[in-house]
């Protein structure tokens, strides 16, 4: 017998007050597959830190936005990586100059992991951009409260073609399993994250492909599931995640 299967036969169970004998049989049965998803989560994030090498950046794309100095002005990706941090994380969210107000599932998001930001950026950079002008981006900060998030703006590079913050450079045949109607084209949330070798070379390591599959009855897109704090405090509850929709303003 494994080491688990030893560990779950002599495992000890909380008890909570005036609970019934069916209750605690079949959360003892949920601890098991939450035990097992812990697992399942860890196998799959060795297996993304397992992957090989990705693909050198095409160029040193150059951002809007505010530099260490604290002046604004134009910054190169390259630029992003502070001493000693070989991993930058790239948030696109949907901000374009054609929108009215940001995109109110990237706000619920950004909202939260603006909180987060502060310890992230004690091992990783972290910046989060977006396709409106940067003096729009640091207005919308302002109004939401933001604090630690570093915004750029993406209005003058390829950066979100190239690494699909928008729908511009997919396929047919993607566009086709996405069902995007002819001619429609968004800017889409995805999460991009880049290693800088010993020698400076930048390369792509991952993105929250998820967004660009087909979703699953039940499923939505979830892309960004493993870093959002919403939809998994809702998982926890007896209503789960139902039909709400976040919103800009309440």
């Known amino acids: 017998m494994g080491r688990f299967g030893e560990m779950n036969q002599s495992l000890e169970h909380l008890h909570f007050p005036n609970e019934s004998t069916s209750y605690r049989q079949a959360r003892n049965a949920l601890l098991q597959e939450e ?10 994030a060795q ?29 190169k990706l390259s630029e992003l990586f502070a001493p000693g941090k070989e991993t930058l994380a790239v948030y696109s969210f949907m901000f374009g100059p054609e929108r009215a107000e940001p995109c109110p599932g990237c706000t619920h998001f950004l909202d939260g992991l ?3 930001a502060l310890h992230i950026c004690q091992r990783i950079n972290l910046v989060v951009v977006a396709k409106s002008p940067f003096k729009r981006l640091q207005d919308l900060a302002k ?11 993406t209005a003058d590079n390829t950066y979100d073609r190239d690494y699909y913050g928008d729908s511009t450079a997919l396929s047919e045949a993607m566009r086709d399993q996405q069902e995007f109607k002819p001619g429609e084209e968004w800017d889409m949330p995805i999460l991009n994250v880049f290693r800088r070798e010993e020698d400076g070379t930048i390369r792509h390591f991952w993105a929250s492909e998820l967004l660009y599959v087909p979703a699953e009855p039940g499923q939505e897109y979830r892309h960004n599931d493993l870093v959002d704090p919403l939809w998994n405090m809702f998982d926890v509850t007896p209503e789960g995640r ?3 929709q976040p919103k800009v303003k309440y």
Do not use: C, N
Not at 143 to 153: A, D, E, I, M, V
């Open 35 to 44: 035990m097992e998803l812990r697992r399942h989560i860890e196998r799959v």
């Open 47 to 75: 297996q993304r830190r397992a992957l090989p090498k990705g693909g050198e950046i095409p160029e040193d794309y150059v951002f809007e936005g505010k530099r260490p100095s604290g002046r604004t002005g134009r910054l």
């Open 114 to 116: 603006d909180g987060a």
């Open 143 to 153: 109004q939401r409260g933001w604090q630690h998030l570093r915004l750029l703006s």
């Open 242 to 244: 139902g039909d709400f």
